[in-house]
């Protein structure tokens, strides 16, 4: 992988820990007070879904599992810095009970304030129907 920030990179690693496991302190510790996770989809145009702080993000994560009917299997994982972000790809693939499988191209994009995370922003990209 290229050369990423080794703060950022445990920082990142820290934050993912604590995020997909609803451990809302934890992930508290990692984010800003103004934190914000820009979610692939919903309805506050044209971004998809905007939640605001570390206790709203986890619950995101935990209503994702909830619809889930096979877990989500991430691989294919890179991180490139630029400037003050972090950009991840990767690819995951589920399936929800009531939309059926999915196979995505995603690109997570980090920021970065005050040695801890400002944003997420995630975009999904359907390879399959």
């Known amino acids: 992988m290229p050369d990423i920030d080794a703060n950022k990179a445990t920082l990142l690693d820290r934050f993912s ?7 809302v302190a934890g992930t508290a510790a990692c984010v800003t007070e103004d934190f914000v996770w820009i979610f692939y989809e919903g309805p506050d145009a044209p971004d998809g879904r905007i939640l605001h702080g570390a206790a ?3 619950r995101a994560v935990v209503e994702r599992a909830e619809q889930l009917r096979e877990p989500i299997a991430f691989s294919e994982a890179e991180r490139f810095q630029s400037g003050d972000r972090i950009f991840v790809t990767y690819r995951a693939r589920g399936a929800f009970h009531d939309r059926g499988p999915f196979d995505v191209r995603a690109v997570d994009i980090y920021t970065f304030r005050d040695d801890k995370l400002a944003s997420k922003d995630t975009y999904w990209k359907n390879i399959t129907p």
Do not use: I
């Open 56 to 58: 709203a993000g986890c």
């Open 17 to 23: 820990q604590a995020f997909n496991t609803n451990d």
